[in-house]
């Protein structure tokens, strides 16, 4: 397009050039060894552009005659270039489908039509092609080819480190993503993998220095590199507390400003703190912590945060997180605990009850078997508590990989990923009835909860039922005087006289049980729960 518009320029110059000379007509004399040349301007200007013109074309096609053979050298060359890309081009895609036999014969068509030194890629078709047919030292060769090369070295070294993890030789795996994330810490799969690598060995500080290199390269978002520091801080923290509270405490507060809903920094800082007997400060946090988002281990950390302090203290404690985050089940069931210990057995289970009507939840069927246990010892009702807890929807916990654990944890035990514990249910439990159709309800449960069961001696400690006898009136032969007729015995004669008794159909011993010869009794009613 430029040259178009430079040649319509030229032409508009050369128009306006002649139809100058055109209207200033005058003569051109020359006088040359004697002779007088004599012109008109106009001709002798039209003869001299003719003649550069014609000067330009023989310039050019003695140029073109020759340069000739290198011409038709580059040609034939860039022709064969571009069958070998189109080879190249061929395997790559055979490879990525999978078509090992297509792929190895445009790697071959390939290295014969391009050098291979000029193109790394034919070298990569190669390793990949090696790796479709199972041929793994052949194809660990390649790599390790590339990873000498500087051009192909990042290419080189993702290779072994993939095959390093597929025999599972962890170290040599380590050792090439540290390689790649120190020559190139913009690569994600190297600085990501050295990063799991080094916070699996406890090396938090060179973890921390890593993930501060990807942050600078714009390698991750500014809110995830913050996140994952927050963790780190979080991990060391957690290592720093026993020996080092002071070290704790700073890197769990900078770890709550890097995340503020961190929960595990907030509980490792409050520890810390009250290592230091700065009760009100970490008693501060917690309770911010508390406010964004209830947890029970941060509820559980701030009842007992002073272990000399009485049931009714930690009962205390407790009401006023519940003030903080009021009809809340976890303020609610920290409550009952609380309550549970001092022995309010009607706030412990108003409070259980309540927190089952919001979310009903295994924690709270249990609580509520906990407290029929202590208040009544009644094992019926006790065991009614925890076949509801069987059905309900399990509790929140500490979930990676399918794996549960009871604490959080920086890496997860199954894959070694960074960040990988959730607070949720385990195994992503769907709501809803587990055993029926009907949804578990605590109203429903409380209308078929057996009644407190007869704790006289002859009652069965351990009974599954509870059987009630209600008696409408005294035995019949206490309450009315018999006549003594005269072939009738005395009560001496019977005693004396050994009574026959069947081995089998005998009636047994029960003393509920009367006498089948005497007169019949007003009848018992039976109550079966």
Known sequence: MIRLIIFALLILVLGYGFSWLADRPGDLSLIWEGQLYQTRLIVAASALIALIAAVMVLWWLARVIWTSPHSVTRYFRARKRDRGYQALSTGLIAAGAGNALMARKMAARSRGLIRADQEPLIALLEAQAALIEGRHDEARAKFEAMANDPETRELGLRGLYLEAKRLGANEAARQYAEKAADNAPYLPWAAQATLEYRSQAGRWDDAIRLLEQQKAARVIEKAEADRLRAVLLTARATEKLENDPAGARDDAIHALKLSADFEPAAIVAAKA?????????????????????????????????????????????????????????????????????????????????????????????????????????????????????????????????????????????????????????????VEGPVEDGSAISIDRALKTLPPVRDTRPESPANDHRIIELERAATIAEAARPTAVAPATPTRQTQDATPETRPFFGGRPDDPGVRNPTAEPEPKTRLRLF
Do not use: C, M
Not at 311 to 327: F, G, I, M, T, Y
Not at 365 to 374: G, H, K, R
Not at 392 to 418: E, Y
């Open 273 to 429: 703190l009250f290592r230091e007997d700065k009760l009100r400060k970490a008693a501060s946090i917690l309770e911010q912590s508390w406010k964004a988002d209830p947890h029970p281990e941060i509820g559980q950390t701030y009842v007992r945060a002073r272990s000399g302090d009485s049931a009714a203290d930690r009962l205390k404690r407790s009401e006023r997180l519940e003030n903080l985050r009021p009809n809340n089940i976890e303020s609610l069931l920290l409550v009952a605990k609380a309550a549970l210990d001092t022995q309010d057995f009607a706030k412990a289970r108003s409070k259980a009850e309540a927190a089952a009507r919001i979310e009903p939840r295994e924690a709270a069927f249990l609580l509520l078997a906990d407290i029929e246990e202590a208040e009544t010892g009644d094992q019926g009702r006790v065991r009614h508590w925890l076949a509801q807890a069987l059905k309900a929807p399990r509790d929140p916990a500490w979930v990676a990989d399918g794996f549960v654990s009871d604490k959080w944890l920086p890496l997860s035990p199954i894959t070694g990923q960074l960040d990988a514990f959730v607070w949720k249910a385990p195994f992503g439990q």
